[in-house]
């Protein structure tokens, strides 16, 4: 059965998706803000080390009431906009359908949960290096995979199964995970220095990663970030920093997303990746001191660069 997808929010991570679920032959439907008119017109574009293609042709909507119900609902959009997802998730989801919640960040699913309940929610933690360079315009620059995992309860369903299905057909690397917990904070053990790092320091991923003194605090934020999950009861391993390290390496010079948010002074998602692991570590009893100083300067840097015109 061909299923039907709603990405909700065409950025970097939704659009890249969702136009590789396109070509692979699965009905999608994209919800647009500022671009919608360019999209409606002339598709999507997306650069790939994969191969570059476009989609001359694509369901594109300004307005979640105008669009089908599916089975699948991608909620691809920023953090600072989850104010939103009230109104924009119950005239997609069908009744039987599933919330994807593909935002890489701890506590994203139970937002979720508040509005569509808790039986439709799955989360899906996305390693990937992609941005948007204009209307429409995707750039993808290494790496694929996406992580499913049922929320609030452990085990591998079978709509973990169906969707990653879908994901695999469009060459997209897939794993299933047991437990989204861990791998949710086993991502933050790379989104917490490099997205926070980058702001705080002006650099790209390689910068930290070349500069001694910044490799080292990257890996004093990962083993802190580390014991941080255990601290949570979430059953992270060490060996998780030298997988993220290596990784890191052997990408080209990356911009983050925090980064890339910070120098068009769009709001930073500080809340949901340093804000929300910090109150869970302290409602857990421990300490997280490099944490607690990067969300203080993260913090001070957002409000004032939001003040400031573009």
């Known amino acids: 059965m061909q299923r039907t997808y709603a990405i909700i929010g065409t950025g970097a991570l939704g659009g890249f998706y969702g136009a590789r679920l396109q070509r692979a032959g699965c ?19 997306c650069e790939s080390p994969d ?28 953090t600072t906009q989850n104010h939103l997802l009230p109104q924009l998730l119950p005239p997609v989801v069908k009744d ?45 620059l290494g790496y694929t995979l996406v992580a499913l995992g049922e929320f609030g309860k452990h085990g591998i369903s079978e709509r973990m199964r169906t969707i990653a299905d879908d994901f695999r057909r469009a060459n997209v690397e897939t794993e299933l995970a047991d437990d989204l917990d861990v791998v ?5 053990v790379w989104n917490i220095p490099y997205n926070g790092l980058s702001v705080v320091l002006d650099a790209t991923t390689t910068e930290l990663m070349t500069n001694p003194q910044s490799r080292q605090l990257v890996e004093a934020i990962m083993r802190e970030v580390v014991a941080d ?26 911009r983050t997303s925090m980064k890339i948010d910070y120098d068009d002074h769009h709001p930073l998602e500080v809340e949901a990746i340093f804000g929300n692991p910090l109150r869970a570590v302290q409602r857990a009893g421990a300490a997280s001191p490099l944490l607690e100083q990067l969300y203080a300067q993260l913090k001070f840097l957002d409000a004032r660069n939001v003040a400031v015109p573009r």
């Open 184 to 188: 949710r904070w086993q991502k933050l």
């Open 229 to 254: 999950a255990r601290a949570c009861g979430a059953a992270v391993t060490d060996e998780i920093i030298g997988k993220m390290l290596s990784n890191t390496e052997k990408m080209a010079p990356y």
């Open 51 to 78: 191969g570059d293609f476009t989609l001359s042709k694509v369901n594109a909507y300004a307005d979640a009431r105008d669009m089908p119900k599916c089975d699948v609902v991608c909620v691809c959009l920023k």
């Open 27 to 45: 009905d999608l439907h994209f919800l647009l803000h500022s671009d919608y008119e360019h999209v409606r017109q002339h598709g999507l574009i």
């Open 96 to 140: 039987d359908g599933v919330v994807l919640v593909m935002q890489n960040r701890l506590g994203m699913e139970a937002q979720v949960a508040e509005i569509v309940g808790a039986r439709r929610v799955v989360g899906g933690l996305c390693f990937l290096c992609s941005n948007k360079v204009g209307p429409g315009h995707i750039r993808h």
